[in-house]
């Protein structure tokens, strides 16, 4: 098949990116290190659109929160990322988590039963020269392709530590200590009838031994030209997250608010009253025999982490599927060397897109394929193309990452409601359904724009 986009990396960008020009009837060529030969640190399997760290795509709720936002509009740009999460989907309460090898498999077997994708197993060691090209190679880009991209684009990569959390059999949990809930008894249709959380409940006594053994555990050793590298706070291993403070877990992955242990249930609590800390547990496979510990992102060594986690309550005999882990990111100085339609200012027939620009977490990452798909389509139909909104969750992280951020203090970013248009004429408690009204109703008409695309 004669290709006339080149995606390199098959992860959710690249994965997305192809699907949007494959329904375009635009032909693909995928080409994916993993399969043939070639493994990153962090990833276990050559499965297209693996989930590295977490299983989850954070809040599904479109009408206060700005991830929930951004799923519904990559929902009705007709998203592989948000239809194969659909079928993976596993309960997690508020937030839309997936079976990680379901969604993984569901995504490849789309892509590979599509006749305008052709994926190839290849490592690609240096940007092509010609042809029109989308690097999605992700944080965790082979060495000599990011050489290639560091000599191109003549600024130093940036980079950030991210962290795995570790994996527990749900055989292995004691559930005489544990107790399943959703805190406040949050419900969705995915979820299970008692609630769509593992909580495992600690006394003061046992949280502060535990705070200690964070602080006293043997922890990965850095390399010379690691350690100043800046780790990224929404996946900051929980060690670090504890040197800031003693409070500090407890005010954040660890916080017992809205959920009662039923071991406390009294007269006047009758359902139970709040521990003092609480490891929460989030189911990780549609089998429910897998659940991985929420926020435990950690670089302590592997027998330390057997150890410490067996002392949490209910973690006494814990088996672990997988332990966490530690992993060097690599992203671009963006707003620098990318246009406002992701293009490398250098050679502007190749586009970058996915984690490699800057841009953090699962969602967004599939978001600016999709977008990056979308606008290399326009430009193979000849077509002016504009932006999505600014007031609207894609065009805002778009935004961020082509030019709005200072590119002297450029980090990675999630979408939040910062990254949107202020709104300062109303109230602050109807702020947030406020943004997203106005984001649905800008993205209505800038969708309606879209039909001098070919799809």
């Not at 990254?419 to 109807?430: A, E, N, R, S, W």
Request: net charge negative.
């Amino acid at each position: 098949m004669t290709h006339q986009v080149h995606i390199i990396g098959g992860g959710l960008a690249g994965s997305e990116a192809a699907w949007q020009l494959a329904q375009r009837g635009i032909k693909v060529r995928l080409s994916e290190m993993r399969g043939g030969g070639d493994m990153t640190a962090a990833h276990q399997t050559d499965g297209l659109a693996e989930l590295v760290c977490s299983n989850s795509f954070r809040s599904d709720d479109d009408e206060k929160n700005a991830v929930g936002l951004l799923h519904h509009e990559m929902r009705r740009l007709d998203s592989i990322i948000m239809s194969a999460g659909a079928v993976a989907q596993v309960p997690a309460g508020s937030a839309m988590a997936v079976d990680r090898d379901v969604f993984s498999a569901e995504v490849e077997k789309r892509l590979t039963q599509h006749p305008n994708v052709e994926i190839v197993r290849e490592r690609v060691d240096s940007l092509p020269q010609e042809g029109m090209t989308i690097v999605a190679t992700g944080p965790l880009t082979a060495a000599s392709l990011a050489d290639s991209i560091v000599s191109a684009t003549g600024q130093d990569r940036l980079a950030f530590f991210d962290a795995i959390a570790p994996i527990v059999h749900r055989e292995s949990i004691n559930m005489d200590v544990a107790w399943v809930q959703s805190r406040w008894n949050k419900r969705t249709e995915a979820s299970n009838a008692e609630g769509d959380y593992i909580n495992c409940p600690m006394t003061k006594d046992e949280y502060l031994a535990f705070h200690q053994g964070l602080m006293d555990g043997e922890k990965t050793e850095f390399k010379e030209w690691e350690e100043n590298t800046p780790y990224f706070d929404g996946c900051m291993p929980i060690e670090v997250m504890a040197s800031r403070g003693v409070e500090t877990l407890r005010y954040g992955p660890m916080k017992p608010v809205g959920l009662d242990d039923p071991r406390t249930a009294c007269e006047e609590f009758p359902q139970g009253r709040w521990p003092y800390a609480v490891v929460q547990l989030r189911q990780d496979n549609k089998l429910g025999t897998l659940w991985n510990m929420v926020g435990f992102q950690t670089k302590l060594k592997y027998g330390a982490q057997v150890e410490l986690f067996r002392t949490i309550p209910g973690l006494e005999n814990a088996e672990f599927a997988r332990l966490g882990g530690l992993h060097r990111n690599t992203f671009l100085n963006s707003p620098l060397v990318l246009d406002r339609q992701m293009r490398f200012k250098g050679a502007q027939h190749i586009r970058f897109a996915g984690q490699i620009t800057g841009c953090e977490g699962y969602v967004e990452s599939g978001a600016i394929g999709l977008l990056t798909g979308i606008m290399a389509a326009a430009e193979l139909a000849g077509e002016d193309w504009s932006p999505p909104p600014a007031t609207s969750a894609m065009g805002a992280l778009l935004s961020h990452i082509t030019g709005d951020a200072e590119a002297d203090t450029y980090q990675p970013m999630n979408v939040n409601f910062g990254l949107f248009p202020p709104m300062h004429d109303v109230k602050k408690k109807q702020r947030k359904e406020a943004y997203t009204s106005r984001a649905k109703t800008d993205f209505g008409h800038w969708l309606a724009e879209l039909d001098a695309i070919p799809a």
